[in-house]
Each structure stands twice: as structure tokens, then as C-alpha cells.
């Protein structure tokens, strides 16, 4: 494996202790001196880079005058409360710290690559399958939160002597969002980093930054789609049966 420069940092300092964890889980890296991969030391990066970000943004709260950074989170937090408010409607806004997090997380994380020395994380399969299992679980715990046992019967379909063959349909029809989320997210980034990647080979200026700006606007779309999808999956899971 072909470390970056942060996963070898990481590997050096530790790379004992990450091999020791996984050797407890049982679990044999593939490449045991340098048990810390690339897509786990930029997601390490990307939370690192997070909690600094909210730090300052904490740290520099105002009502009377609010600063650069505090109006873009504001900014963010509307656009997203908004949404969610006309897919889930009313009382949404408990559901938009959630949305919110998962957006800047996937956005940070697909414009990485962006940077030379680095890469997107959501560009290797792992990564977005573990954010569509997380909007996954989230949805449902969320469902049943909101509808308590009978969150159970949406998946039976609205009559009862067909719940034998709605339940298959939609057991399978849940599990495929995630398959849909992962394969979405994960294509366009592989994609985008790939062709990045091949016109830098042949032309290293010029004509590369316009592809830089595609991906940065690749990176963006992505991070809503998947949001908006959760935030449409999480409507369908709480929404009051009528």
C-alpha cells in the first residue's frame, strides 16, 4: 500500500496500538506495519479538521455581530432545517443537528482529494457504505421513536393478508437505499478523482483546474444527494400514518 504522508505519520506514532486493537477484534490487517490505511487516517483527518472547525465557531458565538464562519453555519443550518421541514414537516428541526453533521462529514471528506497529498476517503467503497449504515440505522431507530411498535407494521403494507409477501418487498426495498447510497456516492467520487487524477498526468496545467472545479461541484451535489435522501428516508419513517 501507497501511504500519503498523514497515514504514515499516523502509522509511525500509532500504528502499534491500531494492530493491537484489531488483533483483540481478531481482525488481521492486510498489511500488518502499516495496519492504518489511507481512507481510515483522511476520515481520522476529516473528524480532526470538524472539531477544530466547531471549536472556533463556538468560540466565536455572537448575536450583536456575527462572524464569517458563524453565518455560514447558520446559513447551512437554515437551508437544511428548511428542507427538512417541507419533506418531514413539523417538529423536524430535531432531526437537522443529525442531517447537518452528515453533510459537512461527506462534503469535508469528498473535497479532500481536492488537496495535493490527500485523497477522498468517500473514492474507496468502505466510507460510504458506513455513512449509508449509519443514515440507515438512523432512520429506523427514529421511526421507532416516533411510532413505537406500530413503525413495525408499515413494513406488513396496509392490509393484512398480503403482509406474507409486503414484508420480503419491503425488508429488501430498505436494505437497497443503502446499496443506492453507497454505490452513488462512492461511483461519482472514484470517478471524479480518476479523471482528475488522468488529466493532471497529461496536461499539468491549465486545463486540469477546470476539472478541479467539476470536482469540487461533483463533491458538493453528492453531499446533498445523499442528505436529501436521508432527510426523504427519515420523512418515511416518522411520518404520522393517516
Not at 53 to 77: A, K, Y
Not at 177 to 202: C, P
Not at 207 to 214: H, S
Amino acid at each position: 500500500m501507497e501511504q500519503l504522508p498523514f497515514t504514515a505519520l499516523l502509522n509511525k506514532y500509532f500504528g502499534g496500538i491500531a494492530l493491537a486493537l484489531l488483533q483483540v477484534l481478531h481482525i488481521q490487517p492486510l498489511y500488518p506495519k502499516t495496519p492504518i490505511t489511507n481512507f481510515v487516517a483522511m476520515e481520522i483527518l476529516v473528524a480532526i479538521l470538524l472539531l477544530v472547525f466547531f471549536v472556533l465557531v463556538r468560540t466565536r458565538l455572537s448575536v450583536e455581530s456575527p462572524g464569517g464562519l458563524q453565518q455560514i453555519v447558520e446559513g447551512l443550518h437554515g437551508f437544511i432545517q428548511n428542507q427538512s421541514e417541507e419533506i418531514i414537516g413539523h417538529h423536524s428541526e430535531h432531526y437537522t443537528p443529525f442531517l447537518v453533521s452528515l453533510f459537512i462529514f461527506i462534503l469535508l471528506c469528498n473535497l479532500l482529494g481536492v488537496i495535493p497529498g490527500f485523497e477522498s476517503p468517500t473514492a474507496t467503497p468502505a466510507v460510504p457504505l458506513g455513512c449509508a449504515v449509519v443514515a440507515f440505522v438512523y432512520y429506523n431507530v427514529q421511526g421507532f421513536k416516533a411510532k413505537g411498535a406500530h413503525y413495525a407494521a408499515d413494513f406488513l403494507g396496509p392490509v393484512w393478508w398480503l403482509s406474507w409477501l409486503m414484508l420480503p418487498i419491503e425488508l429488501i426495498s430498505h436494505f437497497a437505499r443503502m446499496l443506492s447510497l453507497t454505490i452513488r456516492l462512492f461511483a461519482n467520487m472514484f470517478a471524479g478523482d480518476m479523471v482528475t487524477l488522468v488529466f493532471f498526468s497529461l496536461v499539468p496545467l491549465g486545463v486540469p483546474v477546470v476539472f478541479l472545479g467539476l470536482h469540487i461541484g461533483v463533491s458538493l451535489l453528492q453531499a446533498y444527494i445523499f442528505v436529501l435522501l436521508t432527510t426523504v428516508y427519515l420523512s418515511g419513517a416518522v411520518a404520522a400514518a393517516h
